[in-house]
């Protein structure tokens, strides 16, 4: 199985609602490494806080972190600065109406973020026995490495 096509793994953001995203999410997914740093990661900021978005096909996708929305945008930088504050690279986001599920390094893959899924599936801790990281390392180990 592929880890899914660009259009089930790329969340859009609305700027206000139910659905809004928190300044972090926002930041990392425009790229904002200033306001990460500054404003939000050292005053303690939840680098692994969720959320749940649409993605291109309006499907509902659950469990979205920031390090899910800078690895949608290629940001290198930005994912380093979320590891570093100890972003979780093995949470995984759920497409609800397939059921497919993606790590951020999945997401960075079907972006054509090669270097940098290679980089977060390097930093995904000791796998976790549950069905979610049994799925995603399964995917993961059918992509020949770099």
Not at 14 to 41: H, I, K, N, W, Y
Not at 72 to 77: A, C, L
């Amino acid at each position: 199985m592929s880890p899914g096509s660009p259009l089930s793994t790329t969340v859009t953001a609305p700027l206000s609602g139910a659905r809004a995203l928190t300044p972090l999410q926002r930041a990392a997914l425009e790229g904002d490494f200033e306001t990460v740093v500054c404003e939000l990661v050292l005053k303690g900021a939840d680098v692994n806080e969720k959320c749940s978005l649409p993605n291109q096909n309006n499907d509902l996708v659950e469990g979205v972190t920031p390090l899910y929305l800078a690895a949608q945008s290629g940001n290198s930088e930005m994912c380093r600065l979320l590891l570093r504050r100890g972003a979780d690279a093995r949470l995984c986001s759920l497409v609800i109406r397939t059921g497919e599920r993606f790590t951020p390094a999945d997401v960075a893959l079907t972006r054509g973020y090669v270097r940098l899924w290679w980089r977060l599936r390097r930093s995904a801790k000791s796998p976790n026995k549950s069905k979610v990281m049994a799925e995603a390392m399964r995917r993961q180990a059918s992509v020949p490495e770099p």
